[in-house]
């Protein structure tokens, strides 16, 4: 297999993280101009969610990849290559809150581990490959 290397890791999260980003800010216009009324508390848990779907619900699919990977060429898959279930991209996705602590180490793990693996990988039992 070709694991994706780190930079096509960081070039497709920071496509993803522009995407999730335009539609925060296109959901905040709407409630802006809605009488809907939200906490920041229940915004957070919204954005959460939104989050965990963007990523899970794609990643699970059968592209295997968020719009960012597609773009980059690169997917998730099983250890065996296989595709991913949308439990399995859940589990992934909450993982990353563990690979975000201490400085994002979590992801930096991805530049020195045999098959390139973030901690969520290892986690949930993942491998980041190119489709090439």
Known sequence: ???????????????????ILIAIILFALFLRQSSAS?????LMGLFLIL????FAVQESSKYQATFGKRIISIKVTGIAG?????????????GKILSSMIFGIGYFMALW???????HDQLAKTLVISKT
């Open 1 to 19: 297999m070709n694991y994706a290397n780190f930079g096509q890791r960081l070039l497709a999260f920071i496509i993803d993280q522009v995407i």
């Open 38 to 42: 939200f906490d920041q508390d229940s």
């Open 51 to 54: 989050g965990w779907l963007y």
């Open 82 to 94: 296989e595709k991913i279930s949308f439990g399995k991209a859940t589990g992934r996705y909450f």
């Open 113 to 119: 581990t045999e098959k390139k693996q973030a901690l």
